[in-house]
């Protein structure tokens, strides 16, 4: 199926850096989320975005929808140990009455303590 | 209820025999999705139910795939004569409007043998 380009693959960061994440599509999507998944759970939505140009943040989560409306970034600011997981976006497509979301491949996330 | 509900949450079977996932929604959530995962891979889009008709069911991976919705709620997949490579999560989600983001339940893990 089809699926957006989500980089990096897998970091590993220092428990209280700063981490980034991105999204890219060749479709314009008309809305972006961000999800966490733990191991053995399903994604847990984090950030909805619903505006190009629009940057919403979620307490030490802050995401942003690309103005060309083919991209979001997600930034974690001073990471924590309960960071670790894989974070996905997804993006919602409007064509023809299809409301379905397109999901990144995901970032896997691990904190170094 | 108060979140997504899927069963059973794991499921082993035997290749050739057919299985049956269930999902109940939250209470309220006309709009119905389902989606695969297969280890360490993204989430595959499957199909989507707005009230108990299916608008978008391109992701069906075979004819060997069916899925249904009864009284706007509770959620039936189908696999008939399950194969190796259905083995993944079948994950489950709803929402309230097909625009907003949804939430997910648990997962069944199928695998099959």
Redesign the interface.
């Given at each position: 199926?089809?699926?957006l380009n989500?980089s990096p693959q897998s970091m590993f960061i220092q428990e209280g850096e700063d981490v980034s994440m991105n999204c890219t599509s060749s479709s314009i999507f008309?809305?972006w989320?961000w999800?966490k998944q733990d191991p053995?759970?399903?994604?847990?939505?984090l950030i909805?975005l619903y505006k190009a140009g629009e940057l919403t943040s979620n307490g030490r989560l802050t995401a942003q929808f690309g103005i060309t409306r083919k991209d979001s970034f997600l930034n974690i600011s001073a990471s924590i140990p309960s960071d670790v997981g894989i974070y996905?976006c997804?993006g919602?497509e409007?064509t023809s009455?299809?409301?379905?979301?397109?999901?990144?491949?995901?970032t896997r996330l691990k904190v170094l303590a | 209820g108060a979140g997504v509900s899927q069963s059973p949450s794991n499921k082993v079977t035997e290749k050739g025999k057919d299985v049956e996932l269930r999902c109940d929604p939250i209470s309220g959530h006309t709009a119905l999705y389902w989606y695969r995962q297969r280890l360490g891979q993204g989430l595959e889009f499957l199909i989507y139910f707005q009230g108990n008709s299916a608008p978008d069911k391109s992701g069906l991976p075979s004819d060997r795939f069916s899925a249904e919705r009864t009284g706007e709620s509770v959620s039936t997949l189908t696999i008939q004569r399950t194969q190796q490579e259905d083995s993944a999560v079948y994950l489950c989600a709803s929402s309230h409007r097909a625009t907003y983001g949804y939430t997910f339940g648990s997962g069944t893990r199928l695998t099959v043998v």
């Open positions: 199926g089809q699926q989500q008309n809305t989320l999800y053995g759970e399903g994604p847990v939505l909805a996905f997804a919602q409007n009455g299809t409301y379905k979301y397109i999901f990144g491949t995901g | -």
